[in-house]
């Protein structure tokens, strides 16, 4: 066995390109750098379980889009191999996540032939959908408990495991679960049961030979082969294997209803109502298609030609809501799986999840938590209590957020400038040096290590090349790191990552000519120096900032904030003197800030202005604070904002003329995307703008990206942003976008 450089575990007996296989692009790549010289081809072994993969160029495609067998009225006749392979595929990524931990299963491994590791984030994806469905089951079960008989009544199921887990620790008494899916896909699993030895004694014996629809039955567990689409066939199959409308019953839709036409499923939706007096209609799938995370979400699945019907009708919760209170349901409670996961899972557990793995891509899993709802539809007095009252704190405002307006986005036509997690500073009027980040390089994904300048000629930009004299140092492709231009020919690289737990990456002088102009030579020398060490603590992080401010007629550079690679949230602070390159304590006052990491910081009237970042409940934060400047020190000081501005991470900013501009992000309480707020410091009046990319040929994700203002143009320059998008693929920026805010800097 050997140790990977990131702490995973390899056996032996598997391909290097069979252990890629399920990964996001930025693991892929760790894994090919991490490669063990001499150690020949070996396989991927974490702890005791053994990882098979399957062999795949292709990422793997999402749950939602893997079980639609019974659902698509043309599925069956377009391509039962194809739906049975997804099938498979998805059952692989539930084992991988039981196998690490996530969730308790010890039944889906008798579905899977090979196995294969899948990333963090696609373990996090299906962790939080597998709890939100057992917490509605087992609700379900728990209101149902004194009837002498309830159904469970399961559409498009596949190879799910619900009701062996609940028959192995008790919870089926008096219940009965009926399975309904296209006939290739219960037979496949009516014979895994039967040639399968531990499944076999779940049910209790090989069942009765099929008939008719019914691929497999015992007392309490019913297989049937029906397409969704043709109720009358549903009706009867379902009466045929004993179904009673008329005792309390659970129907459960994950992510079915979106692939059927949208007559077909509101007709199923109001046929349940109409044919059952006592139910609760469970439901997992997709919303939002309008953002540009919807617009990559919905391309994906249209490559796999399984088109997202419902999302053009019912694109939100309330569409949603609406559409089962209007075909015949008495109540319904929906919210989506950021108000789920904060509201449903403690906070043990979302600490015992946060230590499974590294994990490290936030953002896309509050994006893919804000695409996704679960939702409950009752009737019945049982049954009227609903299992999804969120108990999230509602962000609240006096006023609601006022959208001032739009500003109209224009494309940069400069290439090699995909990526993310990079950080771009204006180290001269007019020029703009671009660090690090995971993009793309020569066609594939990759930890870039080159450095890019930009400078502007007149209204275009042009792209200098740029030499890196390393003078014994090398520039080692990091992530989330920091730049600030501290004098006219340096600037200072702290922090960033390798991988989550690879942080050790310190400090790097970056030196540069003193004057750049347009009409130079093309290429740009940067030399690249090791100052002597300073404090460790404050070096080992990142998703930090750093700051210029002034205490006592001297420079500092204020380090605060971030994560690290034992720590998710760090909320302390170093003061490194910018001469003497060393830490110095200077005495702080006022209330301490929650910590945070993914926040911004801007150098205003000597001191620091933070705002947002994400904070050790895994919320988004909303403050804005103000390190101010004392006789002796600093002092905490909030600034209040009116209206309180949306909580936001990932964003960057900016102080222009006593306005503080926050600038793209991530937040969870609007239906929108994070566009350019700005606000007053002196009044804390805030404005919100849209950014109108109807130009843009390409969805523009400003997460993980960089800005340069331009104060002289009173212009954006927005560089890079994007990342890995749950399962649906990587997404990087095509190109640089600017923003023209003269009118809007002038209107407040």
Known sequence: ???????????????????????????????????????????????????????????????????????HPRSEARSPRKIQGTNDSSIVSKCSTAALGYIHDGFLQ??????????????????????????????????????????????????????????????????????????????????????TKDLAMVVGGVGRRESGAMSFAVEDYKLLGVDLSDLSKLEQALKEAGLDPEV?????????????????????IQWAAQHFSCAQFVVYEQMHPEDPFGRIMQQHFSRLNSVLHTLAQYPNCEAQRRRFLQRGWAKCSVIDMNEFYASFIPEDERQRVQVLEPFDEYEEWHLKCSHYFILAASKGEELAWSPLISKMPAFSADDPPRVAGSISASVCSIAGLRRYGHHSVLIKPHVVLTTGGFGEQGGRHCRLRD?????????????????????????????????????????????????????????????????MTASDPDCVVVELVSPQPAEDLALSRWRHTTTEV?????????????????????????????????????????????????????SWDGGALIAGGLGAAGQPLNSVLFLRPTGSGFQWQGVETHPPFIPRYSHTAHVHDGKLLLVGGVWLH????????????????????????????????????????????????????????????????LHPVCLGLSNILTSQ
């Open 1 to 71: 066995m050997t140790v990977g450089a990131r702490g995973d575990v390899w056996g032996r007996g598997q391909s290097w390109s069979q252990r890629l296989c399920g990964q996001s692009p930025e693991t892929r790549a760790w894994l090919m750098v991490a490669r063990v010289p001499g150690l020949g081809e070996t396989a991927g072994v974490r702890g005791d379980e053994e990882c098979v993969c399957v062999v795949s160029s292709r990422p793997e495609p999402e749950a939602s889009q893997l079980e639609p067998a019974a659902c």
């Open 110 to 195: 008798y579905f899977v032939t090979k196995r294969c590791r899948r990333a963090p984030l696609i373990h996090w994806g299906y962790y939080v959908r597998a709890r939100a469905v057992d917490h509605c089951v087992q609700e379900f079960l728990r209101q149902s408990q004194g009837h002498p008989r309830r159904q469970i009544l399961s559409f498009g199921a596949g190879f799910d495991s619900l009701y062996f887990r609940l028959k192995a620790v008790g919870l089926l008494s008096c219940t009965v679960v009926y399975e309904v899916d296209f006939p290739s896909v219960t037979s496949r699993k009516a014979a895994l049961i039967k040639g």
């Open 248 to 268: 309390p019953t659970m129907l459960l839709a994950e992510v079915v209803l979106t692939y059927m036409e949208i007559s077909r499923s509101d007709a199923l």
């Open 451 to 515: 450095f890019h300048v930009l400078i502007r000629h007149e209204d275009n930009w042009r792209v200098r090349s740029v030499k890196m004299e390393k003078s014994g140092n090398t520039w080692d492709g990091r992530l989330f790191h920091t730049v600030t231009c501290v004098s006219g020919s340096q600037a200072l690289a702290v922090g960033g990552r390798m991988s989550p737990t690879n942080a050790d990456l310190g400090i790097l002088w970056l030196r540069f000519p003193e004057s």
């Open 550 to 602: 002034m205490c006592q007629g001297q420079k500092y550079l204020f380090i605060y904030g971030g994560r690290s690679a034992v720590q998710p949230v760090l909320g302390d602070w170093y003061f490194l003197h910018l001469e003497e390159f060393s830490c110095r304590r200077i005495p702080v006052g006022g209330p301490v800030p929650e910590g945070r990491h993914s926040h911004s910081a801007c």
């Open 670 to 733: 609007s239906e929108s995307v994070p566009g350019v707020t700005v606000i007053d410091l002196m009044t804390g009046f805030s404005l919100d703008y849209q950014i109108d990319t109807v130009s843009l040929k390409w969805p523009l994700m400003l997460y993980n990206h960089s800005s340069v203002f331009l104060p002289d143009k009173s212009e954006l320059l927005l560089i890079g942003g994007g990342g890995n998008c749950f399962s649906f693929g990587t997404h990087l920026n």
